[in-house]
């Protein structure tokens, strides 16, 4: 069992910039270099979409289009830590976001996940 804690959300304006933070509290002491670690948004009414990942071991990371070059994915071994760097925030990517676990590694699908975080919501303004 692995607990996800979420944090770093809030109200930012259009173009502005935030920072997510998800703590990982593995049962076993540690994430497996095989987990694959990804933030997902949900907005309201909308279905949960992956929105960028990253290999825990060799740190291989991905992203959904709409992210690309503004969004930045990264993690520390040492904290048991992903964040995701979020730049040039436009309004449609406000939402809640989630961090969750992948035991079987790389997916995009929210139904593969094994262990999920509360959410943190991300409201930008325009």
């Known amino acids: 069992q692995v607990q996800l804690v979420e944090s770093g959300g809030g109200l930012v304006q259009v173009g502005g910039s935030l920072r997510l933070s998800c703590a990982a509290s593995?049962?076993?002491?540690?994430?497996?270099?095989?987990?694959?670690l990804a933030w997902f948004h949900q907005a309201s009414g909308k279905e949960r979409e992956f929105v960028a990942g990253i290999r825990w071991g060799v740190g291989n990371t991905y992203y959904r289009d709409s992210v690309k070059g503004r969004f930045i994915i990264s993690r520390s071994s040492a904290e048991n830590t992903v964040a995701l760097q979020m730049n040039s925030l436009k309004p449609e990517d406000t939402a809640v976001y989630y961090c969750a676990i992948n035991r079987g590694g790389y997916s995009t699908l929210h139904s593969d996940y094994d262990y999920w975080g509360q959410g943190t919501q991300v409201t930008v303004s325009s």
């Open positions: 593995p049962a076993s002491g540690r994430i497996f270099s095989s987990h694959f």
